[in-house]
């Protein structure tokens, strides 16, 4: 697994967590607050930032 793995493991178990845990919509607003809120980030930054994140990921110089 890559360092980033566990975290998107973790992230997936406490959704299906929540959905089932917590009553209706309240569990799949958080599941979809688990979800949305790393995409809302990467959306939001501009491409020559997603560029050097990308670059960053795969250990190559900017």
């Not at 990921?57 to 900017?62: A, C, G, Q, V, W």
């Given at each position: 697994?890559?360092?980033?793995?566990?975290?998107?493991?973790?992230?997936?178990?406490?959704?299906?967590?929540?959905?089932?845990?917590?009553?209706?919509?309240?569990?799949?607003?958080?599941?979809?607050?688990?979800?949305?809120?790393?995409?809302v980030a990467w959306l939001t930054l501009d491409k020559s930032q997603r560029r050097r994140i990308r670059n960053i990921?795969?250990?190559?110089?900017?």
């Open positions: 697994m890559s360092n980033r793995g566990p975290y998107i493991a973790a992230g997936i178990v406490l959704g299906i967590i929540a959905v089932w845990v917590l009553p209706g919509w309240i569990g799949w607003l958080v599941f979809a607050a688990l979800v949305g809120a790393p995409v990921n795969r250990r190559r110089l900017p």
